[in-house]
């Protein structure tokens, strides 16, 4: 088969990611957002989950501003990197960590897997002060700083092209 020199490249000629996990210290905010995320725009073309560190309660506000885009995550459960192991194993070809902890979390676990690490830090918006609408904007500031990320990271390797669209 011929290259075309007209063609747009890959990025580097990376392996393609079939699988990805988002880590972060509870699963509660940053790391289901970012699943919910990465679920709307690539569907079933890639392998997404979420957990963390530790297990966190689920938090009202990452439903409610993913859903002002039309992404239901309502109904995630917080679970750990152990539950998550024990339930279907660990075989994931990226895993992005979102949180200084959950980095150091990801680091541990290539020890025994064969998984590329990327660390995105991400401010935790559980720690904004101010009123209803300030903690709500922190929020969003999040989530789209999360969806540029996704998709800027995770297009070149999907067969499906996201929609350039926000949301559905």
């Known amino acids: 088969m011929e290259e075309r020199l007209d063609e747009p490249l890959d990025e580097p000629r990376a ?22 995320i990465a679920r709307h725009y690539f569907g079933k073309s890639i392998y997404v989950q979420s ?20 992404i239901d995550a309502s109904k995630h459960k917080p679970r750990t990197l ?8 660990l075989n994931f070809d990226l895993i992005i960590s979102l949180s ?13 897997l064969a998984a590329e690490v990327e660390y995105w830090p991400t401010p935790d918006p559980t720690i904004t002060q101010g009123s209803r609408d300030q903690v709500l904007d922190a ?12 998709r800027l990271r995770l297009k070149q390797t999907s067969p499906k092209s996201p929609n350039d669209g926000e949301g559905a």
């Open 15 to 36: 392996k393609r990611i079939h699988s990805v996990l988002f880590v972060c210290a509870m699963n509660a905010v940053r790391s289901p957002m970012a699943e919910a």
């Open 139 to 150: 929020y969003r500031n999040i989530r789209d700083g999360l969806m540029y990320r996704i």
């Open 82 to 89: 152990d539950e998550l192991e024990e339930w279907e194993g």
């Open 51 to 70: 957990a963390g560190v530790r297990k966190g309660e689920p938090d009202g506000f990452v439903a409610s501003i993913l859903s002002e885009i039309g």
């Open 100 to 112: 200084p902890e959950a980095h150091h979390a990801a680091l541990e676990l290539t020890r025994t």
